[in-house]
Antibody, heavy 121, light 107 residues
Framework: EVQMLESGGGLVQPGGSLRLSCAAS????????MNWVRQAPGKGLEWVSG????????YYGDSVKGRFTISRDNSKNTLYLQMNSLRAEDTAIYYC??????????????WGQGTTVTVSS | DIQMTQSPSSLSASVGDRVTITCRAS??????LAWFQQKPGKAPKSLIF???TLQSGVPSKFSGSGSGTDFTLTISSLQPEDFATYYC?????????FGQGTKLEIK
C-alpha cells in the first residue's frame, strides 16, 4: 500500500524555522516526483512546492519562494520541506503528495495525512 | 499564474440527486485538470485526472469532462458519503493552482 507519513510540524515563533519530513513507503520513491500542499485553517488547498525525481528541478509557490526549500533523499525514501522566516500566514496543515514519473503533467494521486504547523508568538 | 474559478462555492442537494460543479481556468490548460474530494479532518483524495479519467477505485458515479478552459465534475445518485468539499486543480504549468472549493451539503 502506498503511504506517506509527514512529521516535523509544531508551534514556532514568527521568523523561526522548521523542517518537515515525509516518509514514503509502498512504492519506488526514487521514481516519482513529489509535492507539498498546504491548507490554512478553514481555507482551501494551496500548492507549495514540487521536486523532480532526481531533486535537480524544483518549483515553488509565490508565497513561499525564497523562504522554503524542498529536497529529497532517495536513499531514505524521504521528502523534506525546510521552512525559514516563518510567518503567521504559513500556519496550515502541510501535506506531502506523490506525483508521477515526471515533474510535468502528472496529477498528485496519493496524499499523506498531513502535519500541522502553527506560527505564533 | 493560472487562476482557477469554481462554481458554485456551495451546493445543497438531496440523496439521490445529480449535481454538477464547474471549474474555469484563466488560460488554456489542455486536459491537465484534476478533481479532489476532501472530507472534514481528512486529506484530499484524488478522484479524476486528465479532466476525465477516473482514479482506480473511484466509482463511476463520478465523471469529469472538458478541455482548454472549461471543465465540469458531475456526481450522480448522491449518497451520504459524497457530501464533502470538492476542489479542481490545474497541473498544466507551475505554480500549480486550485479552485477555491465547492462545499456539497445535504439538503
Amino acid at each position: 500500500e502506498v503511504q506517506m507519513l509527514e512529521s516535523g510540524g509544531g508551534l514556532v515563533q514568527p521568523g523561526g524555522s522548521l523542517r518537515l519530513s515525509c516518509a514514503a513507503s509502498g512504492f519506488t520513491f526514487s521514481s516519482y516526483a513529489m509535492n507539498w500542499v498546504r491548507q490554512a485553517p478553514g481555507k482551501g488547498l494551496e500548492w507549495v512546492s514540487g521536486i523532480s525525481i532526481s531533486g535537480g528541478t524544483t518549483y515553488y509557490g509565490d508565497s513561499v519562494k525564497g523562504r522554503f526549500t524542498i529536497s529529497r533523499d532517495n536513499s531514505k525514501n524521504t521528502l523534506y520541506l525546510q521552512m525559514n522566516s516563518l510567518r503567521a500566514e504559513d500556519t496550515a496543515i502541510y501535506y506531502c503528495a506523490k506525483s508521477g514519473t515526471s515533474i510535468y503533467y502528472y496529477v498528485m494521486d496519493v496524499w499523506g495525512q498531513g502535519t500541522t504547523v502553527t506560527v505564533s508568538s | 499564474d493560472i487562476q482557477m474559478t469554481q462554481s458554485p462555492s456551495s451546493l445543497s442537494a438531496s440523496v439521490g440527486d445529480r449535481v454538477t460543479i464547474t471549474c474555469r481556468a484563466s488560460q488554456g490548460i489542455s486536459k491537465y485538470l484534476a478533481w479532489f474530494q476532501q472530507k472534514p479532518g481528512k486529506a484530499p483524495k484524488s478522484l479524476i485526472f486528465d479532466a476525465s479519467t477516473l482514479q482506480s477505485g473511484v466509482p463511476s458515479k463520478f465523471s469529469g469532462s472538458g478541455s482548454g478552459t472549461d471543465f465540469t465534475l458531475t456526481i450522480s445518485s448522491l449518497q451520504p458519503e459524497d457530501f464533502a468539499t470538492y476542489y479542481c486543480q490545474q497541473y498544466n504549468s507551475y505554480p500549480y493552482t486550485f479552485g477555491q472549493g465547492t462545499k456539497l451539503e445535504i439538503k
